[in-house]
Nanobody, 115 residues
Framework: QVQLVESGGGMVQAGGSLRLSCAAS????????MGWYRQAPGKQRELAAR???????NLADSVKGRFTISRDNTKNTVYLQMNSLKPEDTAVYYC?????????WGQGTQVTVSS
């Protein structure tokens, strides 16, 4: 059974930082494209960042220079370091694992940035 468990969300003031973690079980994260998606109230879910099995990363333009995605293969965990947070970063953040055949989602973690 595949499980993706996000943690690290919370409330922070604008300009602050948070680090999200996605601990995976039932899959090997280094064999998947791992992504962090976010969904703000009333908006569609969007990709924030992803890291491929080869280690390449992609970041949405809105988070470039502020967010970093990384992976710890020994812990089978993916991280999203979020710096210089803005109120518009407020959303539920979801972890995703994709191997082109199957896609798995975590339950999400809330990030709230106050101005």
């Amino acid at each position: 059974q595949v499980q993706l468990v996000e943690s690290g969300g919370g409330m922070v003031q604008a300009g602050g930082s948070l680090r999200l973690s996605c601990a995976a079980s039932g899959i090997i994260v280094s064999l998947h494209t791992m992504g962090w998606y976010r969904q703000a109230p009333g908006k569609q879910r969007e990709l924030a960042a992803r890291i491929t099995s080869g280690g390449g990363t992609n970041l949405a333009d809105s988070v470039k220079g502020r967010f970093t995605i990384s992976r710890d293969n020994t812990k089978n965990t993916v991280y999203l370091q979020m710096n210089s947070l803005k109120p518009e970063d407020t959303a539920v953040y979801y972890c995703n694992a994709d191997n082109r055949l199957l896609s798995y989602w975590g339950q999400g973690t809330q990030v709230t940035v106050s101005s």
